[in-house]
């Protein structure tokens, strides 16, 4: 018996990282991707494994349907979040695609627009665009047709195709990035507008848990003076230590050695669209060590 549970355990060893990166793209949260995770282990311990002719596709399966299942609960939960909900950010410095053949449904635009999608669309893209899964896999985990399964991918590609813009790569990004943090530990008012595209917002994740703006701030503008007005107090004896999160540059900010939050910037040709702060200390746990 402890033989094969021996196996069961290298078998399911060998693809973890694949079904993190699964669940993590699904619910946005690494806390709850390790639930995820963990409960398929349990599964498959009490599985009959001598009748399962391919291990990594049943347990790609019952991560995706549980964390479909958990999707449906986390949407509950969200609608009483106080504040913006930001993505719980991953240190992705060593695997920049968190176990997919791609870093698609990773960066937290494309995970905050992926939660306007239902639980299957969400599942069908992330299956099909960041690990390559064949359609009739798709259909055999969602439990579809093979045309459902492919309107799913096409509709959630749409969806986001709507709202997307073209990023920058990831040079000028740090660069942005580098920028907007000097000016706004300054509180430079002109270089922050200088910065800033004309519909940029500002998001801040703090669950309720800590304070911040508990509504998204618009247009360049406002941003700009929203920054500027609390510079003086915020940055102070801050320190800031550039990451990969992800698998786009990131800052995290700490404070006598706790971590208070984690700051990063989406940006296209016209500017910074976004800043994103992510300071819920709920969330800060995968990327707590970078700090250290």
Not at 202 to 218: H, T
Not at 265 to 287: E, R, Y
Request: proline share 4%.
């Amino acid at each position: 018996m402890d033989a094969n549970l021996d196996d069961a355990l290298d078998v399911f060893q060998a693809v973890r990282p694949r079904l993190f990166g699964i669940a993590y793209r699904m619910l946005g949260s690494a806390s709850e991707a390790e639930d995820i995770v963990q409960e398929t282990w349990l599964r498959w311990q009490g599985t009959d494994r001598s009748v399962v002719l391919e291990p990594a596709a049943f347990l790609a399966t019952a991560t995706t349907r549980l964390a479909i299942n958990a999707l449906q609960s986390a949407r509950v939960r969200r609608e009483t979040y106080i504040g913006p909900w930001l993505p719980e950010p991953v240190d992705t410095s060593n695997d920049p695609t968190l176990g997919a053949e791609r870093a698609e449904a990773l960066g937290f635009a494309v995970l905050v627009m992926l939660e306007r999608l239902t639980p299957t669309e969400r599942a069908a893209y992330v299956l099909r665009e960041a690990f390559a899964y064949s359609y009739p896999q798709i259909c055999d985990i969602v439990q579809l047709s093979e045309p459902a399964a492919r309107q799913l991918v096409s509709r959630a590609r749409k969806h986001l195709a709507g709202e997307r813009r073209r990023e920058v790569s990831q040079q000028e990004q740090r660069r942005l990035l580098t920028a907007f943090v000097s000016a706004a530990k300054t509180g430079d008012l002109d270089e922050l507008e200088r910065l800033f595209a004309e519909d940029v917002v500002s998001y801040s994740d703090g669950g309720g848990v800590v304070r911040a703006s508990k509504f998204p701030v618009r247009g360049r503008e406002t941003v700009a003076k929203f920054v500027r007005a609390f510079h003086t107090h915020f940055w102070d004896g801050v320190s800031v230590t550039e990451t990969v999160a992800n698998g786009q540059p990131a800052v995290v900010l700490s404070k006598d050695g706790t971590t208070m939050a984690v700051l990063t910037v989406v940006a296209s040709a016209d500017g910074i669209d976004q800043v994103l702060w992510m300071m819920n200390p709920h969330k800060l746990a995968a990327v707590t060590h970078r700090a250290a």
